[in-house]
């Protein structure tokens, strides 16, 4: 059995993470486009009654979709800059969702189901984010692209 830095830090765990990537915002972009009230009363305990508030949730939701589509389309490419590229703003995405989901956790009096393991699951994607860009850019070294 290999230790878990070896497997994080892969090839294999690049693929993986283009994968669970992809599945996840595709998912939740699904659920944002199709039920955005209910998907919003999961997560934040309280559901969306404007018709503002929904166009906005539903626009998120297409943002999401088209993520997991990109992440499914770059599967497996772990040379290019562009895929290189995607995952660092990933990191960006990630940490951003985990800390404004965790602040609204904190301050808010009510909230929904799923959103203390959804801050987890962003808070683990960061990490995951952020191993991969390392072992990214570690394989790009000049002394390491013939190993």
């Known amino acids: 059995m290999e230790p878990v830095g070896v497997l994080l830090n892969s090839s294999s765990s690049v693929y993986a993470l283009q994968s669970a990537t992809a599945v996840i915002e595709a998912g939740a972009g699904v659920a944002l486009l199709s039920f955005p009230s209910d998907a919003a009363k999961l997560l934040l305990g309280s559901p969306l009654d404007t018709p503002d508030a929904l166009t906005v949730a539903r626009i998120g939701g297409m943002a999401l979709l088209t993520l997991g589509a990109a992440f499914w389309l770059a599967r497996g490419d772990e040379q290019s800059r562009a895929s290189k590229g995607l995952i660092a703003a990933m990191v960006l995405y990630n940490l951003g ?49 013939h190993r």
């Open 97 to 145: 969702a985990a800390l404004i989901l965790g602040a609204f956790g904190i301050v808010s009096r009510r909230v929904g189901e799923v959103l203390w393991p959804a801050v987890v699951l962003h808070t683990a994607m960061t990490g995951w984010c952020i191993m991969s860009v390392r072992f990214l850019s570690h394989a790009e070294e000049p002394e390491n692209l």
